[in-house]
């Protein structure tokens, strides 16, 4: 099946304790980017990967790293998270970057930050 | 830079009920426009899309046509059910942002039997 696989679902840490978020897709895709989803602000841009190697930032890139070494995984790391990136996150994949071709969605990954 | 608008929610509609969310849109050049639907506690799924002026997109009964004299998209279904209650967004991608997909604030609907 066609899919975008994020891990963990749910996520609980502590302020500073390094995380990776998990994304992997096996469709092929060229494209690929993270979101986060907050009450209120809607769906932001954090990173995005046009390719292998080569990745850029979003909308709202602070505090956050992702690596696209493969073209199926493109991970997303918080080095040392705080409470104000308490979201729910989402990974994403096109076939490519090309504006008219939709993405699709991982189911997600809820993060808290105590 | 881009921006898309949607109306504010939540929808609150009986079964069977027609159903429009307005959806419009800012952006340079010509974007591709999109719904994605969100159920409770699952990720965002594409319902339909259109890539150019006057296409019309369709699945599952939902209908938006792309109206680049209006900047509009506006999502239609003729009859509701209550599986269809969900959170609908409208996202446009376009060339000149990175081929980023921007989205809308996102709508509830409820529908209720």
């Known amino acids: 099946e066609a899919q975008v696989t994020q891990n963990p679902r749910y996520l609980i840490t502590v302020t500073g304790k390094k995380l990776t978020v998990t994304c992997s897709q096996n469709?092929?895709?060229?494209?690929m980017s993270w979101y986060r989803q907050d009450p209120g602000l809607g769906l932001r841009q954090i990173y995005y990967?046009?390719?292998?190697?080569?990745?850029d930032k979003g909308d709202v890139p602070e505090g956050y790293k992702v690596s696209r070494k493969e073209k199926r995984n493109f991970p997303l790391i918080l080095e040392s998270p705080s409470p104000n990136q308490t979201s729910l996150y989402f990974c994403?994949?096109?076939?490519?970057?090309?504006?008219?071709?939709?993405?699709?969605f991982g189911s997600g990954t809820r993060l808290t930050v105590v | 830079g881009n921006s898309v608008t949607q109306m504010e929610g939540p929808v609150t509609l009986s079964e069977e009920a027609f159903l429009t969310i307005n959806c419009t849109y800012t952006?340079?050049?010509?974007?591709?426009l999109f719904w994605y639907v969100q159920y409770p506690g699952e990720g965002l799924q594409l319902l339909l899309k259109?890539?150019?002026?006057?296409d019309k997109g369709s699945n599952k009964g939902f209908e938006a046509t792309y109206r680049k004299e209006t900047t509009s998209f506006h999502l239609e279904k003729g009859s509701v059910q209550v599986s269809d209650s969900a959170v609908y967004f409208c996202?446009?991608?376009?060339?000149?942002?990175?081929?980023?997909?921007?989205f809308g604030g996102g709508t509830r609907l409820m529908v209720k039997p």
């Open positions: 994403a994949s096109s076939l490519e970057a090309r504006a008219n071709y939709g993405y699709t």
């Open positions: 469709m092929n895709h060229e494209y």
């Open positions: 990967s046009m390719n292998v190697e080569v990745t």
């Open positions: 952006a340079t050049g010509y974007p591709s």
């Open positions: 259109a890539t150019k002026a006057d």
């Open positions: 996202a446009l991608r376009a060339s000149n942002a990175g081929n980023m997909l921007t």
